[in-house]
């Protein structure tokens, strides 16, 4: 009996380990040239380092497009100010994921 429970158990942690692992809304990255030029980090790596940076470029965009609008007179579009950031964050994703080596796969 005990036996038993010590595997039910340890399949349980395998499974909970696993299902931690797998991250649906992480892209495909494919790394540019990896025979000449291997990437700087593995792809999970870079993933998170680059939504680091995108998150910051993100919020900064959100700012600098307040700045703007307040600079002008202009009364804030909710709408126009989150697509510019959308923009902006997305942007430096890839470059971001670009310097480390990788580039976005979208099957």
């Not at 039910?8 to 494919?30: E, H, I, K, R, Y």
């Not at 995108?54 to 202009?74: C, H, I, S, W």
Request: proline residues 9%.
């Amino acid at each position: 009996m005990s036996r038993s429970m010590v595997r039910a158990f340890s399949l349980c942690a395998l499974a909970a380990a696993l299902a931690g692992c797998v991250d649906a809304a992480a892209p495909m990255l494919v790394p540019v040239a990896p025979p000449f030029d291997p990437p700087l980090n593995p792809p999970a790596i870079a993933h998170h380092i680059c939504s680091i940076d995108r998150n910051f470029m993100y919020r900064e965009a959100r700012k600098q497009y307040e700045l703007r609008v307040g600079m002008a007179g202009y009364p804030i579009d909710p709408a126009r100010e989150e697509a510019n950031a959308a923009a902006a964050g997305y942007r430096q994703y890839v470059a971001c994921l670009s310097s480390q080596g990788y580039r976005i796969d979208n099957r």
